[in-house]
């Protein structure tokens, strides 16, 4: 008895002297969201007259379509077998740091919307530059007339992916949403909007960082969602072949059981299966929520539309050693041809299409065979370039945090 009670007496010291250190420091560590009054090396109040000012913050604001994406480890390159022979995507274990991604991929509606706005309040030369080229669906050999005309502005294809849109006018466009977002955030949070829509600064806590294009390694790293496969400790169960398990292209479960879990082309001529029983029910693209989200959930991770990422192409990007343009393994990306320049690659005479504006795309597309929907696979375009294939959906950092 006389034993527990001395240890009940030490316990009680040393919670005590605990106490008194959070004491010394008024409750605590100071954090982001609780900094103290003061300054902890100077001793000088904050947010006095013509002080240093530190604001209220309660963490990164949420953004309007945004998932959360957990970064970690993962295997980047391709699982399939390397139809093209090109080489140029070996596996590699990567990490990913943390961030946000559109649930879904950019439709007609909302760049109607970013066509609207950029028309009332920039140059006539920005407004015509923000057109998506409609042409995309024209073909010699095909009625695709309707397409043209109607695909992009008639109100039933509201919520289909965007097509026709370059890289080039997909990047302008993510810097038009962040100043748009900023502005309302701000304009909520009872912060004036600087005239002309100027800088909110970032120090006041209330606004989110630049949306962008993805990464390649984003990309991937989204649309495996291995965090699906996770047991116990660091162990994931098995790998996936496409954004869902197993090789099957249609859903094994429930009442949608025998259905396609994506948009896609099943084989030559066969774009959506025979009346009565169309197996995907999309001739073209369809609804963005069209299928089953992924395990972060993200919608049509693979079919309806390729997606740009932000990555220049170059094929040996794989390569460890960075003499010889190789990527680094903590969140790799690409932006130009530095170790790899462009001079390596004789598009001058025909020999190469690579140069430093030519952009990877991702995912396969209802006009592609299954083999692309892979997470891995890759293809590249130069980025003024458009099809009715391609679309995109946009990104962000997740700031404030060392994960």
């Avoid at 849109?165 to 748009?180: C, G």
């Avoid at 030559?268 to 929520?289: E, P, Q, V």
Wanted: proline share 5%; hydrophobic share 35%.
């Amino acid at each position: 008895m006389k034993k527990v009670v001395r240890v009940m007496k030490t316990l009680s010291l040393i919670t005590a002297g605990a106490c008194l250190m959070l004491a010394c420091k008024k409750g605590g560590n100071p954090t982001a969201q609780a900094p103290g009054d003061a300054s902890t090396v100077t001793g000088m109040a904050y947010n006095e007259d013509n002080g240093f000012q530190v604001s209220e913050f309660a963490g990164q604001p949420e953004a309007p379509n945004l998932v959360y994406i957990e970064g970690g480890r993962m295997v980047m390159g391709s699982f399939e077998e390397d139809l093209l022979k090109t080489g140029d995507n070996v596996e590699r274990t990567v990490t990913v740091a943390s961030f946000w991604m559109d649930e879904t991929e950019i439709a007609n509606i909302h760049w109607l919307e970013y066509m609207f706005y950029v028309a009332r309040d920039s140059s006539q030369e920005f407004a015509e530059s923000t057109k998506p080229d409609t042409t995309v669906w024209a073909s010699e050999l095909a009625y695709n007339d309707p397409y043209v005309d109607h695909y992009l502005r008639y109100p039933g294809f509201r919520f289909f992916p965007v097509v026709g849109v370059n890289w080039l006018q997909a990047a302008d466009y993510a810097v038009w949403r962040t100043n748009v977002v900023n502005q309302n955030l701000a304009k909520n949070a009872g912060i004036e909007v600087p005239e002309g829509g100027g800088r909110i600064p970032l120090e006041s806590g209330v606004v989110v960082p630049n949306y962008r294009l993805p990464s390649e390694a984003e990309w991937q790293y989204a649309a495996q969602a291995l965090i699906g496969n996770q047991w116990l400790d660091e162990n994931q169960t098995h790998n996936r072949l496409y954004p869902w398990d197993g090789h099957a292209l249609r859903n094994p479960y429930g009442k949608q059981m025998g259905t396609f879990l994506a948009n896609f082309k099943r084989g030559r001529g066969d774009y959506a299966g025979i009346a009565g029983k169309l197996n995907d029910g999309a001739m073209i693209t369809a609804s963005i929520y069209e299928f089953p989200p992924n395990d972060f959930g993200l919608y049509n991770m693979a079919g309806n539309v390729n997606e740009w990422v932000y990555d220049v192409y170059r094929p040996l990007s794989y390569i460890d050693d960075k003499q010889t343009g190789g990527m680094d393994d903590l969140n790799p990306l690409r932006r130009n041809g530095f170790l790899d320049e462009a001079k390596g690659y004789d598009k001058a005479g025909f020999q190469s299409l690579i140069d430093d504006h030519v952009r990877v795309y991702k995912g396969g597309s209802w006009k592609d065979v299954a083999y692309w929907m892979s997470p891995g696979t890759r293809r590249y375009i130069a980025e003024d370039s458009c099809t009715a294939t391609i679309g995109f959906r946009c990104a962000m950092i997740q700031a404030g945090r060392n994960y």
